[in-house]
């Protein structure tokens, strides 16, 4: 740059000065980083990118000379994600924004760390859950100690998916849908269905174990001779007696139970009455 003077002389022998002022304008020269998303472009002038990469591009200025881009490009990935995903009947899945209760195939967009979108397409299964079970027992719910009363689940259908529970804790390697118990407790049950849905507990059943204290006769019965048609009475005392059973036999054949009926009453108390026949 700077100013230059020139003398030139014409054809006519007259000198004509020329002066000369000029500038030298520097090309630019700009670094550029940039990320775009996997499927944009970015454009620099009349070029366009869509890969990866460190680019050089060559503009004319508005001043008429070069303008150097030095383009240093991320194109970042967009991802699509499929998942398969089961609840149980009354749960809630939550994919983003969304609550999801029941089966079928849900979209959710995503921004990752380069902001670009990822996409997820869920394959919700929503299993069902099993109907709370109801317990039944084989025999009185109040057992002597050293018994065993057996109590079922119901419905038993679901194989070895039970779990039973005793005041609240698990009773281990108890899974079938009927269990021998010989402890007193509330005893509760549930069953695990497809996907391990659990079913609610089922309502209680309380044994109770009554400590053994056995009946004592102290008082046999005596034996009777009495006229046909006349009723005869057989007693018998007992210490810690809370039933009776009367039993006969018949010329020496096995003994069997007494019913009340006929000639029988009393059958099932301490006093057995017979109006008639032998004994």
């Given at each position: ?8 002389t ?9 002066t ?22 970015y ?38 994600v ?38 997820v397409e ?28 057996a ?15 005793n ?5 281990a ?59 005869a009475?057989?007693?018998v ?7 009776y ?18 000639i029988?009453?009393?059958a099932t ?11």
């Amino acid at each position: 740059p700077g100013t230059f003077v020139r003398t030139i002389t014409a054809s006519t022998g007259c000198d004509s000065v020329i002066t000369l002022t000029l500038n030298v304008i520097s090309s630019s020269t700009t670094n550029i980083n940039a990320t775009i998303c996997d499927g944009e472009t970015y454009t620099v002038g009349s070029n366009t990118f869509d890969q990866s990469g460190t680019y050089n591009i060559t503009l004319l200025g508005s001043n008429g000379c070069d303008s150097i881009i030095n383009l240093d490009l991320l194109v970042a990935p967009t991802h699509f994600v499929s998942v398969n995903a089961a609840i149980c009947q009354g749960q809630t899945y939550v994919l983003g924004s969304q609550s999801l209760t029941a089966a079928g195939t849900y979209f959710e967009t995503f921004s990752n760390s380069f902001g670009c979108d990822s996409t997820v397409e869920l394959t919700l299964n929503v299993n069902l859950t099993p109907a709370s079970p109801v317990i039944t027992s084989n025999g009185p719910t109040a057992i002597c100690s050293g018994s065993l009363v057996a109590l079922s689940a119901q419905p038993n259908t679901y194989g070895n998916n039970y779990r039973w529970f005793n005041n609240g804790v698990l009773i281990a390697n108890q899974t079938a849908s009927t269990i021998s118990v010989a402890s007193a407790g509330n005893y509760t049950v549930l069953v695990l269905g497809q996907g391990g849905c659990s079913s609610a507990v089922s309502a209680p059943i309380t044994i109770i174990v009554n400590q053994s204290n056995p009946a004592v006769i102290i008082n046999q019965p005596s034996n009777q001779s009495v006229v046909q048609g006349v009723a005869a009475n057989f007693s018998v005392s007992a210490n810690n007696a809370t039933t009776y059973q009367w039993l006969v036999s018949v010329n020496n054949s096995s003994f069997t139970t007494i019913s009340n009926g006929g000639i029988y009453s009393g059958a099932t108390s301490s006093t057995l009455t017979v109006t008639t026949g032998t004994i």
